[in-house]
């Protein structure tokens, strides 16, 4: 926890600072900033050598299995009741070919992109990728334009349309901003594994591996040497830090 | 070279109040909407996590793009030295600044959180095109203004060409960028073309042509100010043309879609099986914002109506609201492509076409765009002279000289 800063870091926070401030001036109602706060203290520590990434293997997913789907929904506190304006962090895919038939069962979620498209577009700079390489959306500075929605291609965030509640502590909500998969960031700052990478490996599969792409060592890493995988529309090029074998 | 007389409307009959009033209504039912959007929340639009842009970005994307193509009458006066557009100049800057205000108010107050208007403000990340477009619109209403201002005072008429050059470009750059954001999302099949920036930049003629001309012939109408066939045939040539091009250009991006086999599903929904958006194709850009206005406007039947260059006009616009309909909405109702050449289906909509009907808040907001973008140039024209007292054919310069189908009638 008390690595250097690095400079983006440092600038990130003078940014937000700010932003808070003008937050705070035109619109006295602004809530989560507490909550955003300790994020922002937390992102600090983000290391630039280290790059995290998810393995998932659909040859473990069970199609009636959703264990990452309900502990996701748990520890960050969104639902889904099936309407159109509900959020997904993260979801299900049947994926089946059609020839031979042969269907897999994905989950996706944010996939943490090298060269995020939504970083690319976000107009105020909201959607950001940390220096460990994971993607957020700081709800200070979203403006709710949606762009970013506009321009990812895994369909991986949501707009929230109408008030929230149930929120949890560390994973602030608000209406009229933009969210999704955090790869559960405070508790991987806190050295413990996304929510759905344990609840798989506790009640599910087992299927998913979590670590740092860019050491040789981990365990994801010695996965993807071991067996092919491949990343979700790779030609787009945006080189996606989750990546799924058995496909 | 006579000078051009411009003078106020008048404004004070009971028409103009009445008008005045209707606008008003509209734009007061718009922010109601707008403030029930933003605290009940985007729940009361039919946008969803599936469709995220709707009815206000197709009705803010249309005024933004006309507001660039109203300026070209100016233009083509003060840039290429056609005298005959000169009398049209300062009503065609006018417009630009009254369309554009009505949709940057639309997007504005479309956001999520358009209480932040200061965090984009002061916010930017300079990748992102959206926020250079933040730029180019503040740019373009200062451009704008800059060159209303030297066509008005006599003391600074000599920079006319200047600064309407650089109102030219500034606007040829701005519909590049808004053509942009679409262009830029190669997420998305149907965009993900690098034509739909020059398609933007003859949309706006179009849109912006179609709509000065409909401003034109009702204001002139109404303050009984003399209108010559000369400018009003020249103009209607010139909207032909632009919607002849548009349809090029929209045949052109099709086409090369339909070459690339990737995007053949998209293209089958689009224009084919996708009922609605399929019937806006077709019905909406092609036949409304094509098809008809030429046929109005050179059809040896009705080419030296009035009336028909008002319907073709509406029609242009009817055309244009359809097509950006088309590309935003029905966009977006084709499922995004995630697994390319499987079969999908999840908890979240994929892989099903998304469903959107735009609610009554959406489309009031949508509309006091409209109606912000009428209120501003109505009174406008009452408080400065914009309007040219007589735009009768002995009034323009050089005399009715011109090409086509009016030329009889001019000359007679
Ligand atoms: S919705 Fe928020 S995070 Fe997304 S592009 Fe707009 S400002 Fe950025």
């Known amino acids: 926890m008390n690595e250097p800063i690095d400079g983006i870091d440092a600038t990130r926070r003078r940014v937000l600072g700010a932003a808070a401030l003008v937050a705070l001036a035109v619109a006295p109602g602004v809530s989560l900033i507490a909550a955003a706060d300790a994020g922002q203290r937390r992102a600090a520590a983000a290391r630039p050598t280290r790059r995290f990434g998810l393995l998932i293997d659909t040859t473990r997913c069970k199609r009636s299995c959703t264990a990452c789907v309900t502990a996701c929904s748990a520890y960050?506190?969104?639902s889904n009741q099936g309407r159109p304006i509900d959020p997904q962090?993260?979801?299900?895919?049947?994926?089946?070919?059609?020839?031979?038939?042969?269907?897999?069962?994905?989950?996706?979620?944010?996939?943490?992109?090298?060269?995020?498209?939504?970083?690319?577009?976000?107009?105020?700079?909201?959607?950001?990728?940390?220096?460990?390489?994971?993607?957020?959306?700081?709800?200070h500075i979203c403006i709710g334009c949606r762009y970013c929605m506009m321009a990812c291609p895994y369909k991986a965030r949501s707009f929230v349309s109408e008030d929230v509640s149930g929120q949890r502590p560390d994973a602030p909500r608000g209406k009229g901003t933009v969210e999704g998969c955090t790869l559960c960031v405070p508790r991987v700052d806190a050295g413990e594994l996304p929510a759905c990478v344990e609840a798989c490996s506790r009640q599910g599969?087992?299927?998913?591996?979590?670590?740092?792409?860019?050491?040789?060592?981990?365990a994801i890493r010695r996965a993807l040497a071991a067996y092919p995988a491949v990343q979700l529309r790779a030609d787009l090029q945006m080189d996606p830090g989750v990546r799924y074998q058995g496909l | 070279m006579s000078a051009i007389h411009y003078r106020e409307i008048e404004g004070r009959g009971a028409g103009f109040w009445v008008l005045a009033a209707l606008l008003a209504g509209l734009i007061a039912a718009g922010l109601t909407a707008a403030w029930f959007m933003e605290h009940i929340g985007h729940v009361i639009t039919g946008?969803?996590?599936?469709?995220?842009?709707?009815?206000?970005?197709?009705?803010?994307?249309?005024?933004?793009?006309?507001?660039?193509?109203?300026?070209?009458?100016?233009?083509i006066a003060s840039v290429f030295g056609k005298v005959a557009y000169k009398p049209l100049a300062r009503l065609s800057g006018l417009l630009a600044i009254a369309l554009l205000s009505g949709g940057l108010l639309v997007l504005v107050l479309d956001l999520g959180r358009p209480d932040r208007l200061a965090v984009a403000m002061t916010h930017y990340n300079f990748r992102s095109i959206f926020a250079w477009n933040i730029?180019?619109?503040?740019?373009?209403?200062?451009?704008?203004?800059?060159?209303?201002?030297?066509?008005?005072?006599?003391?600074?008429n000599d920079h006319t060409r200047r600064v309407g050059t650089a109102a030219f470009l500034w606007r040829l750059i701005l519909t590049t960028g808004t053509g942009s954001i679409f262009g830029f999302l190669v997420a998305r099949q149907p965009y993900d073309e690098a034509i739909m920036a020059p398609m933007f930049i003859l949309m706006s003629f179009a849109f912006g042509l179609a709509i000065l001309l409909l401003v034109?012939?009702?204001?002139?109408?109404?303050?009984?100010?003399?209108?010559?066939?000369?400018?009003?045939?020249?103009?209607?040539?010139?909207?032909?043309?632009?919607?002849?091009?548009?349809?090029?250009?929209?045949?052109?991006?099709?086409?090369?879609?339909?070459?690339?086999?990737?995007?053949?599903?998209?293209?089958?929904?689009?224009?084919?099986?996708?009922?609605?958006?399929?019937l806006l194709f077709w019905g909406g850009a092609v036949f409304l914002g094509g098809v008809l206005p030429m046929l109005l406007f050179w059809l040896p039947q009705t080419r030296r109506s009035r009336a028909a260059v008002v319907w073709g006009s509406l029609s242009v616009v009817a055309g244009g609201l359809a097509l950006l309909y088309?590309?935003?909405?029905?966009?977006?109702?084709?499922?995004?492509?995630?697994?390319?050449?499987?079969?999908?289906?999840?908890?979240?909509?994929?892989?099903?076409?998304?469903?959107?009907?735009?609610?009554?808040?959406?489309?009031?907001?949508?509309?006091?765009?409209?109606?912000?973008?009428?209120?501003?140039?109505?009174?406008?024209?009452?408080?400065?002279?914009?309007?040219?007292?007589?735009?009768?054919?002995?009034?323009?310069?050089?005399?009715?000289?011109?090409?086509?189908?009016?030329?009889?009638?001019?000359?007679?």
């Not at chain 2, 060159?147 to 005072?153: A, G, Q, R």
Request: contains cysteine.
């Open chain 1, 76 to 78: 960050n506190g969104w």
């Open chain 1, 89 to 139: 962090w993260i979801r299900k895919v049947e994926v089946t070919e059609p020839v031979s038939g042969l269907s897999h069962s994905v989950p996706v979620m944010c996939q943490h992109c090298a060269a995020p498209a939504c970083v690319e577009v976000c107009p105020t700079g909201a959607s950001f990728k940390r220096a460990d390489g994971i993607v957020l959306v700081d709800r």
């Open chain 1, 205 to 218: 599969g087992g299927a998913m591996t979590f670590g740092d792409l860019n050491d040789p060592r981990s």
């Open chain 2, 47 to 75: 946008m969803t996590n599936q469709v995220v842009w709707g009815m206000p970005h197709v009705i803010a994307v249309f005024l933004i793009v006309a507001a660039s193509g109203a300026l070209n009458t100016a233009s």
């Open chain 2, 135 to 156: 730029f180019l619109y503040t740019g373009f209403l200062a451009v704008t203004g800059a060159y209303l201002w030297v066509m008005m005072e006599r003391r600074l």
């Open chain 2, 216 to 278: 034109l012939m009702s204001a002139c109408k109404a303050t009984g100010r003399p209108l010559g066939d000369a400018i009003v045939m020249r103009l209607k040539n010139l909207l032909g043309v632009f919607a002849a091009a548009v349809l090029y250009f929209l045949l052109a991006f099709h086409v090369t879609k339909l070459y690339q086999a990737e995007f053949d599903g998209a293209e089958a929904f689009l224009l084919r099986d996708g009922g609605v958006y399929t």
């Open chain 2, 326 to 412: 088309d590309i935003i909405v029905g966009g977006q109702a084709w499922p995004l492509s995630i697994f390319p050449g499987m079969q999908v289906s999840s908890s979240f909509y994929d892989g099903v076409v998304n469903a959107y009907t735009p609610s009554l808040p959406e489309c009031a907001l949508g509309l006091a765009g409209c109606a912000w973008a009428a209120f501003v140039t109505l009174f406008a024209l009452k408080l400065l002279p914009f309007m040219p007292q007589s735009l009768a054919d002995d009034a323009v310069e050089p005399p009715a000289r011109i090409a086509g189908a009016g030329a009889t009638d001019a000359a007679a």
